[in-house]
């Protein structure tokens, strides 16, 4: 039994530097050269997966709404580019790279690609990877975290499927039965908000999604 006045030491999985690094350690068990064969297929994975599922997956189709180019690289040589047309909600990728994009991924060695891109927590990995120095994000992290998303939708990793019927209950036209309001205003569909809506733009000023996926200059969190 420990006395009143002594702590307990942190265990090795209270710290996620500690965890990141164990994990990348065992995908750097793996040869350099079968790594970066590894990740190539993994990348290839995305790369055959995400052009034509942006032709008939409606849901991916939606979060495609901004022209932009998204790379992933390592420094041990393997590379990867995603162009998304955002009038056309369409994706494609390729393997040549020349050019700076727009968003880009580094990391250090294939291992720490695999260990990051295949982990459930991916996102943590990134954070955690970042703050160290380990990984790289040139351009917005949250066009970064959005690009995860959509890899997601391909390959399902440490994500429950959602329900496929319907919640029951749903409110789905105004119903002048119920307590509240009955009036509901519906607003034409538009692309770019109205430049004399003040209260419009002093709302959006204040929402970190649409200014980071918009490429705006975001404030430190």
């Known amino acids: 039994m420990s006395s009143p006045g002594s702590r307990r030491a942190p265990s090795a999985t ?9 994990w990348e350690r065992a995908w750097g068990l793996l040869p350099r050269s079968w790594a970066a064969s590894l990740l190539r297929l993994v990348l290839g994975l995305f790369g055959v997966v995400l052009p034509p599922a942006s032709r008939w997956d409606p849901v991916l189709r939606r979060q495609i709404t901004r022209s932009l180019v998204v790379d992933i690289t390592t420094d041990d040589g393997v590379a990867r580019r995603w162009s998304f047309d955002g009038p056309g909600r369409r994706a494609r990728s390729t393997t040549v790279t020349a ?7 580094r990391f250090a060695t294939s291992g720490q690609a695999l260990a990051t891109l295949l982990s459930t927590r991916t996102v943590d990995r990134v954070v955690a990877g970042v703050v160290t120095q380990r990984m790289r994000i040139e351009g917005s992290a949250f066009v970064v975290i959005w690009f995860h998303g959509l890899t997601r939708r391909i390959v399902r990793i ?4 959602g329900p496929r019927v319907r919640p029951p209950g749903a409110y789905l036209s105004p119903d002048p039965s119920l307590d509240g309001d009955e009036t509901i205003t519906r607003e034409p569909a538009v692309t770019v908000l109205d430049p004399t809506w003040t209260d ?3 709302a959006r000023a204040r929402l970190w999604m649409p200014r980071g996926g918009a490429g705006e200059p975001m404030p430190e969190p």
Not at 14 to 22: F, I, K, L, Y
Not at 158 to 161: A, E, S, T, V
């Open 158 to 161: 440490g994500r429950r499927r």
């Open 99 to 105: 050019g700076a994009p727009d968003h880009a991924l």
């Open 14 to 22: 209270s710290s996620p530097r500690q965890d990141v690094t164990a």
């Open 200 to 202: 419009a733009w002093r």
